[in-house]
């Protein structure tokens, strides 16, 4: 017998894909049968009225993948019950010429209104996961290089036991080659290769190439972009990347625009495709004090600053871009060859280069800023992980690479943290003694700062969280803000600074 609730439900999420412009009225019957095809369903009740008022497009859609899970059509498990959502919110997702038609139509009245077109239709169509995003923990701490800000990242889920199994014995091959290329608009998934049925893909072309355009579907900031290449190359940031940058924040000015460093330790944690990073976020480091001015040699038009920073970096400043440009191309060069074995930097050594920068560019005004983050991934025995890492003593709140976010001053932070951190707050009101080893020695210096308040404890945690973070950040740094550390800077910055 067919359960009637569930043509209601049908009924609820096509009327309301029409109400919201997602669903053109003739396409009603098609949208109502494609549902019914999926849900392995063979009658309808046309007589089905739309609920007063409609449900939103989210609830429809947890209800029908309730009702796929009861009749087993799929396990309750969560890359089937994310292949199914996906390809259920397909049907609100224009095909990708017509999403590509639109942005660069909404483009020619102003830039802005293309990518906040193209970002309502990522939100709407769940490809960004704002219900998942929205349990992220933020809080953020002062600190003597201005605020910090802090994210327990809880949206994107952690691969299972199970699911990393199931990946393993997967025949599904190596398409898509990796989570970035092209070939996932639109692919169905499989265990190991994300749900990717309403994913669409904007082309965006780059000194006569094609790029992609898209969304991260875990934003870690506000309007979180990808630009990827086209094609499935290795990052490496090159004179090319500097001239891409730059080109981007005059396609959209809106945005900043940031390449990870193309090394291990020092890059980001998709080394294998070419990518960079943007959005609409005004992150700490933009409003870091400046150190010192440069008089850069061959540069006169550029301004350029040395920031007050946890890591070392030149900001480039000039309404020319090609002048912007030049200079940054004249410091990386100068960087990847450099070496100071006082100050522990060695350009190369075993064959494996060691220098690298991350790069972030945006508009101020007219103007084309460029900062250039000196980064190093030499590794010793006193510290395997990378000197210019988070060191053993911090990793208890963060051992990943030290990206191009976090060199922003942003933490992206692992979702175990959410449970340890809760776990120490208890061991600190005398609650509990089970902590999590790695935070053992952590929780004990912080317990002698007690007695604590049940109200106020987890602020106190957070300021504690924010201030290791401080120290990831400031271990990345090639040259701390001691004297010893500027005096190397010093030695760095001689090489390309105008002597006369």
């Excluded at 952590?442 to 987890?458: H, I, N, R, T, Y």
Aim: with cysteine; net charge negative; aromatic share 8%.
């Amino acid at each position: 017998m067919q359960d009637s609730s569930i043509d209601q439900v049908i009924r609820d999420f096509v009327s309301k894909g029409i109400a919201a412009h997602r669903i053109h009225s003739l396409d009603e019957r098609y949208a109502i049968n494609h549902l019914l095809g999926l849900l392995g369903i063979d009658a309808y009740d046309v007589q089905k009225i739309p609920s007063i008022p409609l449900p939103n497009l989210l609830d429809s859609l947890d209800r029908m993948i309730g009702y796929a899970v009861a009749k087993r059509l799929i396990a309750d498990f969560p890359e089937e019950i994310e292949i199914m959502e996906a390809q259920i919110m397909e049907l609100i997702t224009p095909l990708p010429s017509e999403v590509n038609k639109r942005f660069w139509m909404h483009y020619e009245e102003a830039p802005m209104r293309a990518t906040d077109e193209f970002y309502r239709l990522s939100q709407d169509n769940d490809y960004i996961k704002t219900r998942k995003i929205a349990k992220n923990k933020h809080f953020s701490i002062d600190s003597k290089y201005g605020k910090l800000e802090i994210t327990i990242n809880l949206s994107k889920p952690e691969k299972t036991r199970q699911q990393m199994e199931a990946a393993r014995q997967s025949e599904g091959g190596n398409y898509p080659v990796c989570a970035l290329c092209m070939e996932n608009e639109g692919y169905k998934g499989r265990a190991g290769a994300a749900a990717r049925s309403n994913h669409r893909i904007v082309r965006v072309p780059l000194f006569g190439e094609n790029w992609g355009f898209q969304y991260s579907p875990y934003s870690y900031y506000n309007e979180h972009c990808i630009i990827l290449s086209e094609e499935h190359v290795p990052m490496n940031v090159t004179e090319e990347t500097i001239a891409n940058l730059l080109e981007i924040v005059t396609v959209f000015p809106h945005y900043f625009i940031g390449s990870n460093a193309g090394l291990p330790i020092v890059g980001g944690s998709i080394l294998s495709h070419e990518h960079y990073q943007g959005g609409r976020h005004h992150f700490p480091m933009e409003a870091a004090q400046v150190l010192r001015t440069l008089a850069l040699e061959g540069f006169p038009e550029v301004e350029a600053e040395v920031l007050f920073w946890p890591l070392s970096v030149i900001r480039l400043r000039s309404e020319d871009r090609d002048v912007v440009a030049a200079a940054a191309c004249a410091i990386m060069e100068a960087w990847q060859s450099y070496s100071d074995p006082q100050a522990e930097i060695l350009a190369e050594s075993a064959g494996m280069r060691h220098n690298a920068v991350t790069l972030i560019a945006r508009r101020v005004g007219e103007a084309y800023e460029l900062d250039v983050v000196l980064r190093n991934n030499r590794t010793t025995e006193a510290f395997p992980d990378g000197i210019f890492h988070p060191h053993q003593d911090v990793q208890h709140i963060k051992k990943e690479n030290i990206g191009l976010i976090e060199v922003l001053g942003l933490a992206i932070l692992p979702p175990r943290l959410d449970t340890e951190l809760n776990e120490v707050a208890d061991y600190l009101l005398g609650k509990t003694g089970d902590v999590a080893s790695c935070h053992r020695e952590w929780a004990e210096e912080l317990k002698q700062q007690g007695p604590f308040e049940a109200d106020s404890v987890m602020e106190m945690i957070h300021e504690a969280v924010g201030k290791k973070f401080l120290r990831v950040i400031e271990d990345a740094g090639v040259y701390k803000q001691t004297a010893k550390g500027q005096a190397g800077l010093d030695r760095f910055l001689s090489t390309l600074e105008n002597q006369k």
